[in-house]
């Protein structure tokens, strides 16, 4: 939230990792994270804005929250069962935009064939 930027809290992690040995344990929760943290940018800004526009902020937060918050549970209930080797490995440069897009991955293939759901809340 305190960076408003899901690409710039990317890099940040992605320098860490360089410099500091970033595991996945700590990346993932770090790039779910940006991925809802980017949000607030848009919903300072409706402020002042029309139902409409409000509603559109709130489309966008809740695609975030109901595509990170399934793929979470997902991904750390299928790590307790099958206790992922990655998990401990440093992320490198190459896994924090994998999982980034992975997360985006998910959202889109869980949220095409539910997005009125999406529209019925924002209402």
């Known amino acids: 939230m305190l ?18 040995g970033v595991t996945f344990g700590m990346a993932i929760p770090l790039i779910c994270g940006a991925q809802v943290g980017t949000c607030v940018t848009a919903l300072i800004s409706s402020l002042g804005t029309s139902n ?22 997902l991904f750390y209930l299928a790590n307790s069962l099958l206790h992922f080797s990655f998990m401990e490995k440093s992320v490198g440069m190459i896994g924090i935009p994998m999982f980034h897009t992975l997360i985006n991955l998910f ?15 924002a209402i």
């Not at 489309?59 to 975030?64: D, E, G, K, P, Q």
């Open 52 to 73: 409409n526009g409000k509603r559109t902020v709130l489309m966008n937060l809740y695609y975030s929250l109901l595509k990170v918050i399934p793929f979470m549970l």
């Open 3 to 20: 960076i408003q930027s899901s690409d710039a809290t990317i890099g940040i992690v992605q320098a860490f990792a360089l410099s500091v």
């Open 107 to 121: 959202g889109a293939l869980l949220w095409i064939p539910g997005g009125n759901l999406i529209v019925l809340l």
